[in-house]
């Protein structure tokens, strides 16, 4: 995906964001709902993440630089961490209205005109965490990722206050309102370890996924004419980034400017096969050779 359009698709969350929070609020102006203030309170750090990954986002574009040789790509995982820690704070305060909310219960009000507008709130929600989700995963984005999946609890969250609030208009049990709110929490407390767990594993430069590994162990194995083998196969993640390292044995005899051939054929064939790399290839004379790595087929 060209890095405008995602920087755009970034901006357009913070908009989105600004929009329901406005709803939200409504919502819970009408009917004094703690479940619903919990879910209104939940918007705030939404437009607050969706701040974060736009600044994330357009940091992580900047290319490498004499500080920075291998680039800006992680920017995007500290998005995806301060995203996970705003939902924990949110969870707190929800947890803390509807303590007082069990304390003091009180019937919400105007029911009809309250969740009609959750409800067109939680519509735009869904539409737009798809958007991200698809958007995020083209674009290898994790703050944009997190951003979709962060959006989406909050719809699986908001659909169980709605239905909640249904039966505490028709059971007349203003209880359920705070209890629905501490369901909200937890859910909410689940989904923001979820994303810190995610955005950490980036950080500590975790390996591309099982099936990316293959197909780049294959390539070597087919594009490498003329040397013996490959070993000491490292990747790393760095947002939309992956890198790829190896050591390359080679006839003892070849020339330079044949091992330095076949190391741009290899470079060419994993550009084509893995989008957004980095490649770094050591060459080694044959005496060097593991007899443990990629065998040159």
Not at 237 to 258: C, E
Request: proline share 3%.
């Amino acid at each position: 995906m060209p890095v405008n359009r995602t920087l755009a698709i970034a901006a357009s969350s913070i908009l989105v964001g600004l929009i329901v929070l406005g709803l939200k609020f409504l919502a819970w102006r009408l009917t004094g709902s703690i479940a619903l203030y919990s879910d209104a309170l939940e918007s705030i750090v939404n437009v607050v993440t969706a701040i974060g990954a736009f600044i994330a986002v357009r940091l992580a574009q900047r290319p490498a630089d004499s500080s920075l040789p291998y680039g800006y790509h992680k920017a995007e995982y500290f998005s995806a961490v301060l995203v996970g820690v705003m939902i924990i704070v949110a969870a707190i305060l929800i947890l803390r209205e509807a303590a007082m909310g069990l304390l003091a219960p009180e019937m919400p009000d105007a029911p009809v005109q309250g969740l009609a507008v959750s409800s067109v709130a939680t519509a735009i929600n869904l539409v737009w965490a798809f958007v991200l989700l698809r958007q995020g995963r083209a674009a290898k984005s994790p703050a944009i990722t997190a951003d979709s999946k962060h959006l989406m609890t909050d719809v699986i969250s908001t659909l169980g206050v709605l239905v909640g609030l249904v039966l505490v208009y028709v059971t007349g049990w203003a209880q359920l309102d705070a209890a629905l709110a501490v369901l909200v929490a937890l859910n909410i407390l689940w989904s923001g370890w979820g994303v810190i767990k995610e955005s950490v594993g980036g950080l500590m430069d975790v390996a591309v996924p099982d099936d990316t590994q293959k197909t780049i162990r294959e390539v070597i194995a087919t594009s490498a004419e003329g040397a013996i083998e490959a070993h000491d196969i490292r990747t790393r993640q760095a947002g939309r980034m992956t890198f790829i390292d190896f050591h390359l044995v080679v006839p003892g005899a070849m020339s330079v400017d044949d091992a330095h051939a076949i190391c741009d054929c290899i470079e060419a064939q994993l550009r084509q096969a893995v989008s957004d790399v980095q490649i770094t290839i050591h060459v080694e004379p044959e005496d060097k050779a593991k007899h443990a790595g990629i065998v040159v087929l």
